[in-house]
Each structure stands twice: as structure tokens, then as C-alpha cells.
Nanobody, 125 residues
């Protein structure tokens, strides 16, 4: 019933910026946790950033200072502002969410029951 759809990916040059969006539908309640993950072929999935219901955020060390996660005015909308892009940021980026999670919002894929199909980010040097 719940569906997440990402958008905003594309091909950019190193040093550029990109803004990813995620829209969740099928629920009238705010998600407990919403997060961004990424995965490049041949590499393990990496948690990028997470935001909880109160607006608290957590970032992976590899993106601190460059990425900003935020919620939109509409319910269950999510953004990821990416600045100073590097070639190693190239990956498929996924939006994830959960409801009724009672623990802290973690950057672990097992904690999220709903996922989008992903949007591709490619950074050229």
C-alpha cells in the first residue's frame, strides 16, 4: 500500500550539486524514520543519512558537511541536498522509510520496511 518514489538523479561533473526528492504515498501518518541509502555495483549498500520524526538527523562520515537531509512541507516527502559531488558519490540512491519503529533511527537497511526503486547519480571527473 505504501509506495516511495525517488527523483532528481542525473549525471553531473565533480564539484557540482544535486537535489534528490522522495515522495511517499499510501499512508496518512508521518513516517517514524526516513533515510537515504546508496549502492554502487560491486560495493556494499551504504546508509547515507536519516531523519527522525522530530527532525533529528544522522549522517555517514563519508558525506558529512556535503549532504543535507530534510523533510518537505507535504507529509512524508524527503530531500537530499548534495553539494561538492565527488566521483565516489556515484551510486544508485534509494529512499527508505518505516512506521511505528520504537528504537532510534539507524542507518541499517534491516530497519526499513519500505523502499523506493532508486534514482541514479553519476559523477564524472
Amino acid at each position: 500500500q505504501v509506495q516511495l518514489v525517488e527523483s532528481g538523479g542525473g549525471s553531473v561533473q565533480a564539484g557540482g550539486s544535486l537535489r534528490l526528492s522522495c515522495a511517499a504515498s499510501g499512508s496518512s501518518y508521518s513516517a517514524t524514520c526516513m533515510a537515504w541509502f546508496r549502492q554502487d555495483p560491486g560495493k556494499e549498500r551504504e546508509g547515507v543519512a536519516v531523519i527522525n520524526a522530530d527532525g533529528g538527523t544522522t549522517y555517514a562520515d563519508s558525506v558529512k558537511g556535503r549532504f543535507t537531509i530534510s523533510k518537505g512541507n507535504a507529509k512524508n516527502t524527503l530531500y537530499l541536498q548534495i553539494n561538492s559531488l565527488k566521483p565516489e558519490d556515484t551510486a544508485m540512491y534509494y529512499c527508505a522509510a518505516n512506521w511505528h519503529w520504537r528504537g532510534g533511527c539507524l542507518l541499517q537497511g534491516g530497519g526499513y520496511g519500505y523502499w523506493g526503486q532508486g534514482t541514479q547519480v553519476t559523477v564524472s571527473s
